[in-house]
């Protein structure tokens, strides 16, 4: 579980950082008020542990991970 909240937030750091690369638009500021704002800063700190904690995706062994998805579904 804790793996797939960090994907997803993972995967709003992207969008975000996209957005700021192709519109110099910043979604997470504009949506909680500025950089400099308590929560946009919480949300940019929570998809930088995200981050981190991904990078344990990249060191695990693929069938564990397989296994652990496929107990999920049954």
Do not use: P
Request: proline share 0%; hydrophobic share 55%.
């Amino acid at each position: 579980m804790l793996d797939k909240i960090s994907l997803i937030l993972v995967i709003i750091g992207a969008l975000n950082w996209g957005s700021i690369g192709l519109f110099q638009f910043d979604i997470v500021a504009w949506i909680f008020g500025g950089q400099g704002a308590i929560l946009s800063r919480i949300v940019y700190t929570l998809v930088a542990l995200a981050g981190v904690w991904c990078i344990s995706l990249l060191f695990r062994e693929s069938e564990s991970v397989s296994h652990a998805g496929s107990n999920e579904i049954e």
